[in-house]
Each structure stands twice: as structure tokens, then as C-alpha cells.
């Protein structure tokens, strides 16, 4: 099993910085993709950004350009960079794991998720 832990959340003015971590732990036989959502009181849970196996890497329109993604291998930590905060970034995100735990069961865990507030 992968246990996903998220950190850097908090209040930022609009216009401000933050930086989210998450920390993976357990075993993996093959991943396939990591990706970080976020989630507005009485709304779907919507994708920010998503890198696969293969080094893909999707946006979300409302992120591009302000937003990036990325990952350590060595110490298994996905990353979102967020620039320009907007307060319609407002969100609680989480970070998600998608792969086989062996050559065929599939996984797809998720973080507790960490608040991140855009207010002046």
C-alpha cells in the first residue's frame, strides 16, 4: 500500500506563492500516473495537474502558467509550485497515486488533503 502525506498549505495574499508537498510512502510495482486535485465546498473534486509515467504533463486551464508540477524520485515527493494566487485558487488539494501494486491489481490512493486559502 502507498500512504500519501500533503504539506505547505495556508493563507496567502492574492498575488503570493505557495509550494505543496507530498511525501509517498510503501510500495509501488508500477506507477502510472501522480497528480494533484483540488476541492471547493460543494463542488467536484477537479484535476489540477497530472505527470504520468511517461513525463507527461497536463494543466488544468484555470493553473497554466502559474502552476507547475513536478517530482523527486529519490526521496518520492510530488511537488505543485503555485505562483500568482488567485482567491478563486481557494481550495482544500489533494495529492493522488495511480499504479499496480503487481502485475495486475490496480491502485489509486489519495492524501487527507491540505487547505490552501487566497485572502487579502
Known amino acids: 500500500q502507498v500512504q500519501l502525506v500533503e504539506s505547505g498549505g495556508g493563507l496567502v495574499q492574492p498575488g503570493g506563492s505557495l509550494r505543496l508537498s507530498c511525501a509517498a510512502s510503501?510500495?509501488?510495482?508500477?506507477?502510472?500516473?501522480m497528480a494533484w486535485y483540488r476541492q471547493t465546498p460543494g463542488k467536484e473534486r477537479e484535476l489540477v495537474a497530472r505527470v504520468t509515467s511517461g513525463q507527461r504533463i497536463d494543466y488544468a486551464e484555470s493553473v497554466r502558467g502559474r502552476f507547475t508540477i513536478s517530482s523527486e524520485k529519490i526521496n518520492s515527493t510530488l511537488y505543485l509550485q503555485m505562483n500568482s494566487l488567485k482567491p478563486e485558487d481557494t481550495a482544500v488539494y489533494y495529492c493522488?497515486?495511480?499504479?499496480?501494486?503487481?502485475?495486475?491489481?490496480?491502485?489509486?490512493?489519495w492524501g487527507q488533503g491540505t487547505q490552501v486559502t487566497v485572502s487579502s
Open positions: 493522488n497515486w495511480r499504479g499496480y501494486t503487481d502485475s495486475t491489481h490496480w491502485g489509486d490512493w
Open positions: 510503501g510500495s509501488i510495482f508500477r506507477l502510472v500516473a
